[in-house]
Every structure is written in structure tokens, then in C-alpha cells.
């Protein structure tokens, strides 16, 4: 059970980018809490996206920042330079994810046993899990795949998100409100999930505090990181 409740939301957001900054200041506003996967090897990288037609910037956020910047939030692996794990013999699987790690752990100074994997599309099976699961020190990763379920999930080396807010708007408002007036005797779980970038896409900042604001403070839902959630 998390503390006294039955229900928990958390979020996450992937690849380190400056826009997290602006996206922490709305979750703290909201006391909402977050893990943000990062590959620890692009770190300080200028880049841009061209997204929907759009160009986006792409920029990671400076190593000697990360520390500060998710104070209070959870910091997960992401690998060191976002390859699709799928494609990758075994020691190169390892490598990127526990070097990722021990990266991410220096920079923020305590233990991490989270991930995302990295890449759309099909970025992860059973065979890269396994890998994951025998040989690192990760405990869950988070897929792409959207489950629309609040249920909580046997498999954590392959758990699947509630909802992706950049395609699934309106749905992830419907599931918010159903889960808002949901009443269980079972743990449910609402976990959303993206990357920063995207809200610069259609300038849909207000949109997503408009979404914060009204799935937090809810006296019956405990608020917390991935790991305070998939690992109480």
C-alpha cells in the first residue's frame, strides 16, 4: 500500500533536455513528483528536432546542472548515448546501462534502479530484459507502450505507462478524471509519461499545467517518483 492510500500518480520524462527545466517548476508547483531518464554521454549537447514540421530544440541540460535541476525527483538511466537496445549484442547492452548508471549516480550522489529504454518504435523484448534483469543493478524499466490501464504490473523490466501525453491528450484527461473518482480496495497506478520537447511543438505549456493542477492535491491519492511507486 503506498502511505495510507490505494491510488498513486507519477510521471516520466525522458532524455535530459533544457525544456525539463520549465516542466520541474510545474510539477513543483503542483507538488507532483517525476523520474527523468537521461543518457549521461549527451549531456551539455546542443541538438534540434524537426518534429511535426516544427524545429525543436533538443539541447541537454549541462552535467553540473542535473543535480540541481531534479532536486526532489528522480533521476533513472536512459543509457549513455540512446540506441535501440534491440540491435545490440549482449556486453554493449550492459555497458550502456550500467555506465549510464555509475554516470548518473556521481552526478546526483545516490542510488539508481530505474530506467527507460531508449528509442521509439520496438526498443525493447524479453531477451534485452532478461539482460537488464541478470547482469545490472536496474530493478524496472518503462516501455513506450501505453497500457490505458491502472493495474499494477507483474513485469517491471518491461512496465508499460498509463498513458503518452503527447499523443493521448484528451484520453489522458479521461483517464485522470475516471481515476480521479476512482474508488479500489486494489493499488492502482496512473503513470504518464513523454519528453519536454514536445509541449514546444504546439505551445501546449499552459495545457499540460492546466492537466497538473488538476489531477494534484487530491487527499487520496499519494503523489510520487517511479521508484517510490513500482518499489515501495
Request: aromatic share 12%; hydrophobic share 35%.
Amino acid at each position: 500500500m503506498f502511505p495510507g492510500k490505494m491510488k498513486a500518480v507519477t510521471f516520466s520524462y525522458d532524455d535530459g533536455v533544457l525544456q525539463d527545466k520549465i516542466l520541474v517548476d510545474i510539477f513543483n508547483r503542483y507538488n507532483l513528483k517525476a523520474t527523468f531518464n537521461i543518457n549521461s554521454e549527451l549531456l551539455g549537447q546542443k541538438n534540434t528536432l524537426i518534429r511535426e514540421g516544427k524545429t525543436i530544440n533538443h539541447t541537454k541540460l549541462k552535467k553540473e546542472e542535473v543535480k540541481e535541476v531534479y532536486k526532489g525527483h528522480e533521476v533513472a538511466v536512459h543509457t549513455l548515448t540512446h540506441p535501440n537496445l534491440t540491435q545490440l549484442e549482449t556486453e554493449e547492452i550492459i555497458r550502456q546501462v550500467e555506465e549510464d548508471r555509475k554516470n548518473l549516480e556521481a552526478l546526483v550522489g545516490y542510488q539508481i534502479v530505474g530506467m527507460a529504454y531508449p528509442g521509439g518504435g520496438v526498443n525493447n523484448n524479453e531477451y534485452v530484459a532478461d539482460v537488464i534483469k541478470s547482469n545490472t543493478q536496474i530493478k524496472y524499466v518503462r516501455t513506450t507502450s501505453s497500457s490505458h490501464r491502472f493495474d499494477l504490473q507483474e513485469d517491471l523490466m518491461r512496465f508499460k505507462p498509463t498513458v503518452y501525453h503527447h499523443q493521448e491528450w484528451d484520453l489522458m484527461f479521461k483517464l485522470a478524471e475516471d481515476f480521479i473518482h476512482l474508488e479500489s480496495d486494489k493499488l492502482q497506478i496512473l503513470y504518464i509519461w513523454g519528453h519536454s520537447y514536445e509541449f514546444d511543438i504546439h505551445n501546449a505549456w499552459d495545457k499540460f499545467e492546466q492537466f497538473c493542477k488538476f489531477i494534484s492535491n487530491k487527499d487520496d491519492i499519494f503523489y510520487g517518483t517511479n521508484r517510490e511507486i513500482l518499489l515501495p
